[in-house]
Each structure stands twice: as structure tokens, then as C-alpha cells.
């Protein structure tokens, strides 16, 4: 069985079709991602699968149920988390207790404090921001700040995460200590799906990609494979990409 799966997932707002009729599975443990033009319906399949938007039509299936129209509440319960593209950290909260908040929203159900503040540790160190753990989340760099956005999404216990351009606008180091990262949540049993404009990240860490144009998709497969389709070459990556 699917870890996800949609099924002629659509969205239209008014007239405009901004997903139509997508179908992807996305497998245990792997790292699946969403490439595609500005526009492409990206962000709004997201919204679809994490219950910030619903359907037009199609569902979306999580382990077999139907996930779909539910409310992100509700799927975060159910082991489904995302980080979104423009960090959204608690400015005037600490680093600590920003994951705080993950840990006492998610599934592990921890109200000790004591095992609440010690699980966000961990968290911390693992994602590399322990030092700053008591510092201003509003003081951190655009690079910790997205850190800390997969600390909190990491914090509720997904057993799918979705990563939203975690890597956009970032310096080719903290893109390769990102992308690590993600292949270290990903051998400890998490399932990622990854929205990416970074071409280089999206082709060095996914096993499979899906690429969407006007809010269909147009290929699906390895890197390899959409990075030499014609129809992605033509509608995406442009002649001269070489993965």
C-alpha cells in the first residue's frame, strides 16, 4: 500500500483549473519530488493533500484512508506534516519552545514538560540548532529559520513530511547540510515529499520526481528520466540542464 495517493486530484479556483486530474503514489521511505514552472500547482497540491484546501474533485489517500477535506488539525494528527515555503517561525518565541510546539501538537501526546523540553532537544541537535536553542527565533539567518521550520514540522512525529523549497535561497553549504538533513529524517523512517526550484538539490536527493505544468502532470520517474523527457526539457528545464 501507497503511503500517499492521489486520485484525479483537482482544483479549480473560478474557471482556472490550478491542479486537474493528478495521480501519483508516493512509496515507504522515500523521498518523492514535486518539480515544475511558477504556477504549476506546487504549493496548491500541498495545500490539497494537507487539508488547507479541498477538492474540486479527486482524493487524496493517506495509508488507504481518505485524507482529503480534512482539516490540517486533523492530519497532523494523523502523522501528515509540512513546512511551507516562506518561513513561519514564532517570532517572539525561542528557538526551543518554537519545537516545543510541534512536540505537544503532534502524535506523541507528551505533557511532561520535563520529556517535552528533552524530545525538542534532541530535535534541535539532530537538525544542528541546539546552540541556539534559547535565542529569539526572529534572530536566526533565512538558513536556521528553515532549519528550525523542519524541527517544528519533524517535532509532531510525521510519518509523512512535506518540505516546501526548504532550500530556496540558500548558500550552496547550507544547501548540502539541508539536503543531508533530509536523507537523515528520511533513515529514520519518514517518507518526505519535496517541492523544489533548486534543480541541483531536487536531482541529488529524490528517487523519484514528478513534474507538473499548468497544474498537470507531464512526466513522472527518476531524475534521470524527466531530465531527459522532451516535454519537461521543453516546458521546464530548458536545453541546456544536464543533471
Same mark, same amino acid.
Given at each position: 500500500m501507497a503511503v500517499l495517493e492521489a486520485r484525479k486530484l483537482t482544483k479549480y479556483f473560478g474557471g482556472l483549473a490550478a491542479v486537474k486530474d493528478v495521480d501519483f503514489q508516493v512509496h515507504e521511505n522515500e523521498i518523492f519530488g514535486i518539480i515544475g514552472p511558477n504556477g504549476a500547482g506546487k504549493t496548491t497540491l500541498f495545500n490539497l493533500i494537507t487539508g488547507a484546501l479541498?477538492?474540486?474533485?479527486?482524493?487524496?489517500?493517506?495509508?488507504?484512508?481518505?485524507?482529503?477535506?480534512?482539516?490540517?488539525?486533523?492530519?497532523? !494528527?494523523?502523522?501528515?506534516?509540512?513546512? +511551507?515555503?516562506?518561513?513561519?517561525?514564532? +517570532? !517572539?518565541?525561542?528557538?526551543?519552545?518554537?519545537?516545543?510546539?510541534?512536540?505537544? $501538537?503532534?502524535?506523541?501526546?507528551?505533557?511532561?514538560?520535563?520529556?517535552?523540553?528533552?524530545?525538542?532537544?534532541?530535535?534541535?541537535? $539532530?537538525?544542528?540548532?541546539?546552540?541556539?536553542?534559547d535565542a529569539p527565533a526572529s534572530s536566526l539567518t533565512i538558513g536556521n529559520q528553515k532549519l528550525l521550520e523542519i524541527a517544528r514540522a519533524w517535532a509532531t512525529q510525521p510519518e509523512l513530511l512535506l518540505l516546501d523549497e526548504v532550500c530556496g535561497g540558500l548558500t550552496p553549504t547550507e544547501t548540502a547540510r539541508t539536503l543531508e538533513l533530509m536523507r537523515k529524517i528520511r533513515d529514520r523512517g519518514v517518507t518526505i515529499l519535496y517541492i523544489e526550484h533548486n534543480m541541483r538539490a531536487v536531482m541529488g536527493v529524490c528517487d523519484r520526481i514528478m513534474v507538473l505544468n499548468y497544474g498537470q502532470k507531464i512526466a513522472e520517474g527518476t531524475a534521470e528520466e524527466v531530465s531527459t523527457d522532451p516535454a519537461v526539457i521543453e516546458a521546464y528545464l530548458g536545453k541546456t540542464f544536464s543533471a
Open positions: 479541498t477538492p474540486s474533485s479527486g482524493e487524496v489517500l493517506y495509508r488507504g484512508r481518505r485524507i482529503s477535506g480534512l482539516r490540517p488539525s486533523r492530519t497532523v !494528527k494523523m502523522g501528515v506534516c509540512r513546512t +511551507h515555503q516562506v518561513v513561519k517561525p514564532f +517570532h !517572539k518565541m525561542t528557538v526551543l519552545e518554537n519545537v516545543l510546539v510541534g512536540v505537544y $501538537f503532534g502524535l506523541s501526546g507528551l505533557r511532561s514538560p520535563a520529556r517535552a523540553r528533552a524530545r525538542a532537544m534532541e530535535i534541535l541537535e $539532530f537538525v544542528g540548532l541546539g546552540e541556539r536553542a
